[in-house]
């Protein structure tokens, strides 16, 4: 399975994984697109990231100039603290730098900051990087980084996986602008999903189906079949249901649904779970089933369940979120949801078989279709 490594990173705490450049190229790019002022002028934080590694500091120091920035800071975590110690490799980076100190190496982050053409070649790039030791370990909790991250207009980064509900609350309490990398899953967090519904908090534009491959250390163990090493010795691993989570807009957003009618639906949709079939209801929640995102009527004004995967075709002004059901109560104490018809549970049953996790929406009534 490809995401076996994922599933044991998250165990270990060993979710050191690094971002394709062209990944990181393709989302950006999308927001430059819709407003080409996007990052000019900003300060960029980009926390968990070690240039050594860290494609997203690479393509930031590169890019520096064309998309306006006024500083670019990226910090790295200690070695220790990765919980990665047994497969640490030190990098060239920072071995042949007169900063270089070898008490420090595995206890101290360190800190990379770009603002200046340092090196008078006559442009700014990553050959002006500038760095030194942090006083900790470069945890994104500790003081220390959460000034940086108080500094900032925009964070970006890939971080780990096992911590995403945490790092976006450390994120969302300093009221910042983001666009990060995680697991689809995060959309079913109670922690995560409240955002969503409020559109404090939406799908990037570029990653919307299938999986992406994340290059990982030299030294990582790897389990599965879902991994190649290439010609220079890299190694890589493919991980399932990757997404992006932003705050910032962009314009496929705006973008509504082309649906069709829900007679149409039940006469020529593709899927044999809708053709020829009646909409099913759910037992116990107000709401009819939308097994498929494309399977959505355009022509009815009630509550529907839809997959998390509808998040990637979302329009707030087409459609509002009203609420999300099963496996646990996300957003309502039970039997005060007017919609809830059986108190006993939150969770979404047909004909008393669990559903997966849907997503409630109703059909903006002032939209024209």
């Known amino acids: 399975m490809a995401n076996s490594n994922l599933r044991e990173a998250n165990k270990a705490k060993n979710d050191e994984f690094y971002t394709q450049y062209v990944d990181i190229q393709k989302e950006m790019n999308s927001y430059m697109e819709y407003n080409p002022d996007v990052f000019r002028g900003k300060t960029v934080l980009l926390p968990c990231d070690d240039p050594e590694w860290s494609n997203f500091t690479k393509f930031f120091a590169q890019n520096f100039e064309n998309f306006g920035l006024k500083k670019l800071i990226s910090t790295s975590y200690a070695h220790e603290s990765k919980k990665i110690q047994d497969y640490y490799q030190l990098s060239l980076f920072e071995s042949e730098s007169p900063q270089f100190d070898e008490s420090k190496t595995k206890t101290h982050g360190k800190i990379f900051t770009l603002t200046r053409d340092s090196n008078k070649s006559g442009a700014i790039d990553i050959d002006d990087l500038e760095w030194q030791y942090l006083d900790g370990d470069g945890d994104f909790r500790s003081e220390e980084v959460k000034a940086l991250r108080d500094e900032a207009d925009i964070i970006i980064t890939n971080p780990p996986f096992s911590l995403f509900r945490e790092f976006l609350s450390w994120i969302m309490e300093a009221d910042k602008s983001f666009i990060i990398i995680g697991n689809q899953n995060a959309i079913t ?120 995967t509808f998040l990637d075709k979302y329009c707030p002004e087409q459609f509002e979120i009203i609420d999300a059901i099963n496996r646990y109560a996300l957003l309502d104490v039970l039997g005060t949801n007017e919609y809830v018809q059986n108190a006993k549970s939150h969770t979404c049953n047909i004909n008393g078989k669990a559903t997966y996790f849907r997503i409630i929406i109703r059909r903006k009534k002032d939209y024209e279709n």
């Open 189 to 308: 967090y109670k922690e995560v999903f409240p955002y969503i519904m409020e559109n404090k908090l939406w799908l990037g534009v570029s990653i919307h189906s299938g999986d992406r491959e994340f290059r990982v250390p030299d030294s990582y163990p790897l389990a599965s079949a879902g991994y190649r090493i290439d010609e220079n010795g890299n190694k890589y691993i493919r991980v399932k249901g990757v997404r992006w989570f932003t705050n910032i807009d962009h314009g496929r957003r705006h973008e509504p649904l082309a649906l069709m009618s829900m007679a149409d639906n039940i006469k020529f949709s593709k899927h044999r779970e809708v053709r020829n079939r009646e909409y099913a209801k759910y037992d116990n929640y107000a709401a009819i089933e939308i097994p498929f995102t494309d399977a959505i009527p355009i022509d009815y004004d009630e509550l529907m369940g839809v997959p998390i």
